[in-house]
């Protein structure tokens, strides 16, 4: 016999209604990713070629147009740069935040600023760069370095705040095991802390790089772009976001058709990067 | 110091040692905090200068006839954002609409009702959509989106006249296109925080629920949705202030009219993109310049109000809850 | 809406019984951890039967087994057989929602909808049940006085249940139960989290109680058993050791493990 309450038909309805609908979610929320990753796979799989690695684009609107490898070495070394200068000073600002300042006044600000930086359009980076750097004082044009510092600025709020979250998982049981041992602050820092939080500073830093790479914005005014490939630092440089940005508007189906194949050598450069930082992150003992 | 000399010598010593610790401690504690408070000053010195740059345009326009002036036009040299303000608006609002919907069912999708072997694939991949740079979804917006849905969209708008803003001749870039890409773009993000807030929903209350003979969709409205509704909210903030700021994209997609279009099937602008497109051509030290400096002031005046909301709700319901949990401790 | 009440579920009351359950060769898995490993006991109708035993001898996993909510946690899986008035809750075609709208459930640490008012919290089960908007009250206010905290509450029951105190939770979460009008109330460790004075309101609350319902409570509080169960049923290690009246199990074990439990040798 029976003895059980039914659960009422409508209600089962509605709850395998409302499971489907939030499957339909995923799907449509996915489903850009994957037609995005395959339009990019199919056209510009076709643009891609030796010469596509190894030769500059030749500026040519007909003709030989040259491939992307000013682009490719632009994007490395921008992009290098910024993190030069983002991951030390985010981690220096993590440290701030998490070993020192805790929840001092200043240690708030700071969080504050840091979370309103995260929200900060990147063109605007762009824009601040170039009234300091490019117009203003004395350091006037055009410079690869001066795009890293953009990215930089982008990058640095993503740096110190997976790096305080992954400071601030190392259990302060270890901390202080090591200042009862006798180890000034600064030595448990360098020595315990940050070891042990290696891993998620390093996922931290390739999220941020993966990020970086993929901007445009940032650079139109302060990078400008470039034909030929150019190890100088100080020289206007060519970058793989830029190349395409270009390429898309111009009405030729052949620079199109480079502006594809850069986009694919972009996605994977960028998934490749993503991938690292998972594999980082999987690594963490602490988790 | 009396004390000390009734010490033995090697512990003195280790005293002394210490001091020097100390001060090395000291020192790092100080160059810290100088290193926190020069990114502050870094951050007021941008500001400052953007305003100081901006300030022509403004004086010579007024804050108020800068922002609220329906006229862009550089051949003139008269530099009213309203057009640029609007689209930018207009994108934003079909971002939201058509991408917060879909995120949040997705996040709810994932943390309440997916095969927790599926969780976190399906998290990693919500999240690769971010990993696709703006340039690209410009380029697919350009080449594929446009040309593949402008059918649809003119069907949509001839069958559909009667609405507002709906009718007329479809433009092949245009708000709504933009406002396609820009929901695709902060879908990631709203449903990233989205699934943050619902893991904070305790497993206690949940499974208060589910003993209660709630079926899962029950649980949620029953013990996750009223938990979780201040932070989905600021989630979908956090995702308009990415609309409003981004740029790449639309710049390749909003057809670069700096004129308002009276249907969302019409070409328009946006602040972010006319400041992409037009700040290579313009001289240095022009009003046009300033005027594009001008509208990015307003972009990160937009930006921080709306983020500032979005972080004001964490903050509240943060604190409500606080006391909550408090008591229940208690 | 409210015909998918079941008849039978009236007539049962109204004949004053509760439902034993009956646990049949039960297994629990959390991925491939057994963690109750073939268990066979019976909790009679209208008494109260404590399940004791150290922590992590699987006694939470067991009693979570007999409403289904064992299976919600992830790689969680159980087989085997929980009879509840001769019907078998682990068959085929048997709806989780209806078996845990039958067999009601208390938790460790009170967990009372926050956002919600003492008064919805009270009705959502009764809701969800789909009982009518005009019955909503009195039931309320019914399952209430039975859980001892009409007169606590009854000035602020527009007022949000976080502002009650650890044991008004406890005693809410009781309240918001019995208003479902379920068969059988499972309890794990309700009063753990709570000071001496709550607990022995909950302990007198649950002997009044268990003239309506049949209660299983799980309990660390060996003197807790004494004070109010009528049976006692000893686990160990994923394994029942034994089981029998109360009075019994503490002054006569049968089994040298419980008399070693219950004199305090180990656990």
């Not at chain 1, 290098?80 to 701030?96: D, K, R, W």
């Not at chain 1, 030729?252 to 960028?270: E, K, S, Y």
């Not at chain 3, 509760?18 to 646990?23: M, N």
């Amino acid at each position: 016999m029976n003895t059980l309450a039914v659960t009422s038909p409508r209600r089962r309805r509605v709850d395998s209604l409302a499971r489907w609908a939030l499957l339909a979610g995923v799907v449509l929320a996915l489903a850009p990713l994957a037609l995005v990753l395959l339009y990019v796979l199919k056209r510009g799989v076709g643009a891609l070629s030796l010469s596509f690695f190894t030769t500059d684009p030749t500026g040519a609107f007909f003709g030989d147009q040259g491939g992307i490898k000013s682009a490719i070495l632009g994007t490395i070394e921008i992009v290098a740069l910024a993190t030069a200068i983002a991951v030390p000073i985010g981690v220096t600002l993590a440290v701030y935040l998490n070993e020192i300042g805790r929840k001092s006044k200043l240690a708030m600000t700071v969080r504050y600023f840091v979370d309103v930086l995260t929200g900060v359009p990147s063109i605007l980076f762009g824009l601040f760069i170039y009234i300091v750097f490019v117009v203003g004082g004395m350091l006037t044009g055009f410079a690869a370095w001066k795009g890293s510092a953009a990215l930089a600025l982008l990058m640095l709020p993503i740096v110190t705040r997976t790096s305080e979250v992954s400071l601030a998982l190392v259990p302060d049981s270890l901390r202080e095991a090591a200042l009862a041992l006798g180890a000034p602050r600064w030595r448990v820092i360098l020595r315990v802390v940050l070891p042990t939080a290696l891993p998620g500073l390093l996922t931290g830093g390739l999220l941020a790089v993966a990020r970086a790479s993929g901007e445009t914005a940032p650079l139109l005014f302060t990078v400008l772009g470039a034909q030929a490939t150019t190890f100088s630092l100080g020289a206007q440089m060519n970058s793989l976001p830029l190349q395409i940005f270009n390429d898309v508007r111009e009405p030729n189906p052949q620079l199109v058709t480079r502006a594809w194949g850069a986009a694919l050598t972009l996605i994977v450069m960028i998934l490749l990067i993503n991938l690292a930082a998972r594999l980082a992150a999987r690594r963490n003992h602490l988790r | 110091m009396v004390e000390v000399i009734n010490v033995p010598h090697t512990v003195s010593g280790a005293r002394l040692k210490s001091r020097r610790a100390l001060q090395a401690d000291v020192i790092l504690r100080w160059s810290l905090r100088v290193t926190a408070l020069s990114m502050l000053a870094v951050l007021g010195y941008f500001f400052v200068r953007l305003a100081i740059t901006a300030e022509p345009a403004l004086s010579h326009f007024g804050i108020l006839g800068f922002i609220f002036t329906n006229n862009w036009d550089v051949a003139h040299n008269i530099f009213g954002a309203w057009p640029l303000v609007v689209g930018t608006l207009i994108t934003s609002i079909v971002a939201l609409v058509l991408g917060v919907p879909v995120a949040i069912a997705a996040a709810l999708y994932v943390t309440e009702f997916a095969p927790s072997r599926l969780r976190s694939t399906l998290a990693l991949l919500l999240d690769l959509l971010a990993a696709v740079p703006s340039v690209v979804y410009g380029l697919w917006g350009v080449f594929i989106l446009i040309p593949d849905l402008k059918p649809a969209e003119q069907w949509f708008s001839n069958t559909f006249s009667f609405l507002p803003f709906v009718g007329g001749q479809v433009s092949g870039p245009n708000y709504f296109i933009a406002g396609l890409i820009l929901a695709i773009m902060i879908i990631p993000i709203v449903s990233a925080v989205s699934r943050e807030v619902l893991a904070t929903v305790p497993l206690q209350e949940k499974e208060g629920a589910l003993a209660l003979g709630a079926t899962r969709w029950e649980m949620i409205r029953l013990a996750v949705l009223p938990r979780s509704r201040a932070g989905i909210t600021s989630a979908a903030m956090l995702g308009l202030g990415r609309a409003i700021g981004e740029t790449i994209a639309v710049t390749l997609v909003i057809g670069s009219s700096p004129v308002i279009g009276h249907q969302i099937f019409n070409q328009g602008y946006t602040l972010a993109a006319v400041i992409a497109n037009e700040f290579g051509e313009a001289t240095p030290g022009s009003l046009h310049i300033s005027a594009l400096i001008a509208a990015g002031l307003v972009l990160l005046v937009l930006t921080l109000v709306v983020n500032g909301i979005a972080r004001g709700i964490i903050i509240r319901s943060d604190r409500r809850r606080g006391s909550i949990a408090d008591k229940a401790v208690a | 809406m409210s015909t998918s009440k079941t008849k039978s579920h009236q007539t049962s009351k109204a004949s004053g019984k509760g439902f034993g359950v009956k646990v049949r060769a039960l297994h629990a898995f959390y991925d491939d951890n057994e963690a109750v490993k073939g268990v066979d006991v019976d909790f009679p109708a209208n008494k109260i039967t404590a399940i004791i035993g150290p922590s992590g001898c699987g006694k939470s996993t067991l009693v979570r087994c007999i409403n289904r909510m064992h299976e919600e946690v992830p790689g969680a899986s159980a087989k085997g057989q929980v009879l509840l008035d001769d019907l078998d809750i682990y068959s085929l075609g048997i709806d989780p929602v209806a078996v845990r709208r039958t067999v009601g459930m208390v938790f460790q640490k009170p967990n009372p909808f926050p956002t919600m008012s003492i008064i919805d919290n009270v009705t959502a089960g009764p809701r969800l049940a789909g009982v009518k908007r005009d019955e909503l009250h009195e039931r309320a206010e019914r399952a209430l006085c039975d859980a001892g905290l009409w007169n606590e509450v009854k000035d602020r029951l527009n007022k949000n249940a976080g502002g009650l105190s650890g044991g008004q939770q406890q005693r809410l979460c009781i309240a918001r139960m019995i208003a479902l009008e379920p068969e059988v109330l499972l309890m794990d460790e309700p009063c753990s989290a709570l000071d001496p004075h709550s607990t022995l309101r909950i302990e007198e609350l649950i002997v009044k109680l268990k003239s309506r319902f049949t209660v299983v409570l799980v309990t660390h509080n060996l003197s807790q058993a004494t004070r109010i169960a009528d049976y006692t049923a000893f686990m160990l290690d994923g394994e029942l050791v034994e089981a029998g009246p109360t009075k019994r199990i503490f002054a006569t074990p049968k089994n040298i493990r419980t008399k070693e439990y219950v004199t305090g040798k180990f656990g």
